[in-house]
């Protein structure tokens, strides 16, 4: 008894995804329509309504030509060095400087927040991004804040101030948004939604419709059925024929 439950589960899963595959087949229409309105409408968003941001960035190199290479000691401290400068670059006197000299209407932590500092591995390279709708204000900031910066650590150290190796570019394309990411993103989304309320109704349709139907979910073993006739399907048909007949008539 136990083995004849176990193979009825069995058998109900393998018919269940059975189903849905078969509903996302007759529905395929449906999900490449949705695809291509999420797709279309994320793409459309991206582009014409998100403000595009144009990025620069800076580089600083924190080992001065006074400092030597000699010695294990001398890498581990211009490490600890890079990640100190990361912190100060961020600081408040320095952000506010770049404020003042720009005569930028917006605050310090608006401006930490565009920036983005970073060390690439195994390096004492320092670089400063930011993002901005204006390609030359955000070279003007990053330029500033490289300068600042190397100042600022100049005075608070007392020690040779970290060189700038390049100056921020003009960016002639934006980084973001992408359109294609966005369009990609809305397309998935779309399709996803769509198969999941078509599994969702798969699984809580429980609709009589074919005999294994009427065993699994009554539990009732069907001993015979009765097929339809021929002649009444067409009986049907010829009845259904008078009365829209009837009905056009009466309108006229």
Request: charged letters at 25%; aromatic letters at 8%; a positive charge.
């Given at each position: 008894m136990e083995q004849r439950r176990k193979a009825y589960e069995e058998d109900e899963a393998e018919i269940d995804l059975l189903e849905i595959l078969l509903a996302w087949k007759k529905k395929l229409w449906l999900i490449l329509l949705a695809m291509a309105i999420g797709g279309a409408?994320?793409?459309?968003?991206?582009?014409?309504?998100?403000t595009p941001q144009y990025t620069s960035t800076a580089m600083l190199y924190v080992l001065s030509k006074e400092t030597t290479l000699a010695s294990l000691a001398d890498l581990q401290i211009g490490s600890q060095l890079?990640?100190?400068?990361?912190?100060?670059?961020?600081?408040?006197?320095v952000l506010q400087e770049v404020i003042?000299?720009?005569?930028?209407?917006?605050?310090?932590?608006?401006?930490?927040?565009?920036?983005?500092?970073?060390?690439?591995?195994?390096?004492?390279?320092?670089?400063?991004?930011?993002?901005?709708?204006?390609?030359?204000?955000?070279?003007?900031?990053?330029?500033?804040?490289?300068?600042?910066?190397?100042?600022?650590?100049?005075?608070?150290?007392e020690m040779v101030p970290p060189k700038l190796i390049e100056n921020g570019e003009l960016a002639e394309l934006p980084t973001r948004?992408?359109?294609?990411?966005?369009?990609?993103?809305?397309?998935?989304?779309?399709?996803?939604?769509?198969?999941?309320?078509?599994?969702?109704?798969?699984?809580?349709?429980?609709?009589?419709?074919?005999e294994e139907d009427v065993e699994r979910y009554l539990g009732i073993t069907v001993l015979a059925s009765v097929p339809g006739r021929e002649g009444d399907a067409r009986k049907d048909k010829k009845i259904k024929e008078q009365e829209v007949a009837r009905v056009s008539g009466g309108s006229r």
């Open positions: 409408g994320a793409g459309a968003f991206a582009k014409f309504i998100m890079t990640k100190d400068y990361q912190v100060i670059i961020t600081s408040r006197p003042e000299k720009l005569r930028l209407d917006i605050t310090y932590k608006t401006l930490r927040r565009r920036l983005n500092i970073d060390n690439p591995a195994d390096t004492r390279i320092i670089t400063i991004s930011i993002d901005n709708p204006d390609p030359a204000l955000a070279k003007a900031i990053v330029d500033q804040m490289a300068s600042s910066a190397s100042d600022y650590i100049g005075d608070i150290m948004p992408s359109v294609k990411k966005y369009a990609l993103l809305g397309a998935v989304g779309m399709a996803a939604a769509v198969c999941f309320i078509l599994v969702m109704e798969v699984i809580f349709n429980d609709t009589i419709r074919t």
